[in-house]
């Protein structure tokens, strides 16, 4: 997963549309953390949940941000072709599922309109967010 987060991370960064939400991070440890997310998601250890708060936690950073439709598809693009960057095997099952989870979680990350402003802004924690993400073997 590693080799993936960091193939689609420079994918991100080189994209004109994609690099600035990805440059502005603030989190050296992105990279890693991305790897731990994508690992637990499609059914290794739950380290990202141990440390960050699995799903529910990610949504916290990444929803509510008012991200453009195209950024979403932009997004799923650099997933896609760093699935080949990262040398991951060409199994048309293999690709279809993790191409199939990225869309679903792109696409319910962008649920998330931005908060009203002067709200405050609602957090994971009040979205009622308690679903399962690990994909079944």
């Known amino acids: 997963m590693l080799a993936l987060a960091t193939d689609f991370q420079a994918r991100c960064l080189a994209d004109p549309q994609l ?3 990805f440059s502005h991070q603030g989190n050296p440890e992105h990279v890693q953390r991305l ?3 994508w ?9 990202y949940s141990q440390s960050y708060g699995g799903h529910s ?3 916290g950073i990444h929803a509510n941000q008012g991200a453009e439709a195209e950024l979403a598809d932009r997004f799923v693009a650099c997933f896609v072709a760093a699935l080949d960057g990262a040398h991951l095997p060409a199994d048309p099952e293999l690709r279809a599922a993790l191409s199939g989870y990225i869309r679903w979680a792109t696409d ?7 908060p009203a402003p002067g709200s405050g ?3 994971h924690a009040a979205l009622g967010l308690r679903r399962s993400t690990t994909l079944s073997r």
């Open 57 to 59: 936690g990610m949504l």
């Open 39 to 47: 690992g637990e998601v499609f059914g290794g250890p739950p380290v």
């Open 108 to 114: 319910e990350v962008m649920t998330y309109p931005p």
């Open 19 to 21: 690099e600035h939400p």
């Open 35 to 37: 790897a731990d997310y």
């Open 121 to 123: 802004g609602v957090g």
